[in-house]
Structures are given as C-alpha cells and as structure tokens.
T-cell receptor, first 114, second 116 residues
Framework: DTEVTQTPKHLVMGMTNKKSLKCEQH?????MYWYKQKAKKPPELMFV???????INESVPSRFSPECPNSSLLNLHLHALQPEDSALYLC?????????????FGEGSRLTVL | AQKVTQAQTEISVVEKEDVTLDCVYE???????LFWYKQPPSGELVFLIR??????QNEISGRYSWNFQKSTSSFNFTITASQVVDSAVYFC?????????????FGTGTRLQVFP
C-alpha cells in the first residue's frame, strides 16, 4: 500500500464547478509535489512545496490553486477548469534535501472535466 | 538541455523471457542522478532505483538489473525471467539541479506487457 494517500480517486466536474484534490502523507517528508499526467504521457511537474512554502510553480494556470496547510497535507483547488485539464493528478512527497529523487507517489486522482 | 529518451514505446513478451528497457539521457551537468520508476495499472509511480553520475557500477536486485554507461549516456534496465506482475509502464528519469527539490525529468515511458 502506498504511504501517500490521495482523495478522491475519481472526480467528475463541470467547467463551472469548484472542487479540491487532497493529498496526505505521514512519513515526515517536508517536500510535496503535484504532477499532472495525461494518458500515455509522462508525469509533468506542476507545483513543489518545500517546508510548507511554494518553491516551484511550473507556470500552471491560475485555475489550479495549491495549498499546503501543514507538513502532512497538500491540496489542489480546482476552479473553472477546461476539458483539456482532464488527467491523472499525482501527489508525491520526499525529504527535500536528500537530492535523491526518491519520490513517494500516491495512486492519483483521476479527473474528468465535462 | 536535459532530456530523457525511451525509444521503445511498447514491448510485449511472454512470461519467463528476459527483457531490456532502454534509456538514453542528455545533460550538461557533471553531477546528476538517474532513476527508474514503475507505474502499474493502479496509477502510483514506484521508485525502483537511483544512480548518481559518479557510480557506474551495475546493480542487480533480484530479477532486476541496471546497466549504467556514461560513455553512451545510457541507463538500461533488464528484467530477467519476466512475470505477468511486471506488466506496467516504466519511466526513466533524470534529476535536474538544484537538487533540494528533487525535480525530475521523465522519459516518455515504455509500456511492458508480459503475457502468460
């Protein structure tokens, strides 16, 4: 079982809806990540939080709004999404200063935007 | 610019066959890390191995082995005696400095199907 838990596993939303994706880890990791993965494509980095501070935003549209309320939780708030935003959203965590690249991923939240 | 190429889009083998997944990378850095991740149908990516640029020693872990060759910028992955449970998408990845945020550049992945 993965140690990074993502909810919900599946989400269907309309373009005018507001929803959130949630990610939780209890490994004491202080870096957390959001990745987006389209079908048959590699994961693409969206955001990185290090010690609860946003350290990387890969020029993601503002309709995606990340939040890191504490070291164990990471949210991704969604508003006014487009159908092309339909994808698997993966959360990951790591010890931020390890430089090891060993990311621990959740199983993802599969988002469909109608 | 950093880049990872996995030329094999999809590979199909029959159980117990050996299979090698290729990975070629490009980087201007002298210090870097290479990785392999496995993505089973359930969706999560599972870390398999990390190699730093100064360690060219090949590694074996059970049925898995990795061949790192700096001279050809390759980091290939071999599964010996494949099993149905090995069916997944495998990603090769390269770390991009600064290393304090573990930012990875993924290849496009190789889908491995192992048939009984």
């Amino acid at each position: 079982d993965t140690e990074v838990t993502q909810t919900p596993k599946h989400l269907v939303m309309g373009m005018t809806n507001k929803k959130s994706l949630k990610c939780e880890q209890h490994m004491g990791h202080r870096a957390m990540y959001w990745y987006k993965q389209k079908a048959k494509k590699p994961p693409e980095l969206m955001f990185v939080y290090s010690y609860e501070k946003l350290s990387i935003n890969e020029s993601v549209p503002s309709r995606f709004s990340p939040e890191c309320p504490n070291s164990s939780l990471l949210n991704l708030h969604l508003h006014a999404l487009q159908p092309e935003d339909s994808a698997l959203y993966l959360c990951a965590s790591s010890h931020p200063l390890s430089g090891t690249g060993e990311l621990f991923f959740g199983e993802g939240s599969r988002l469909t935007v109608l | 610019a950093q880049k990872v190429t996995q030329a094999q889009t999809e590979i199909s083998v029959v159980e117990k066959e050996d299979v090698t997944l290729d990975c070629v990378y490009e980087t201007r850095d002298t210090t870097y890390y290479l990785f392999w991740y496995k993505q089973p149908p359930s969706g999560e990516l599972v870390f398999l191995i990390r190699r730093n640029s100064f360690d060219e020693q090949n590694e074996i872990s059970g049925r898995y082995s990795w061949n790192f060759q700096k001279s050809t910028s390759s980091f290939n992955f071999t599964i010996t005696a494949s099993q149905v449970v090995d069916s997944a998408v495998y990603f090769c990845a390269l770390s991009e400095p600064p290393y304090n945020t573990d930012k990875l550049i993924f290849g496009t992945g190789t889908r491995l199907q192992v048939f009984p």
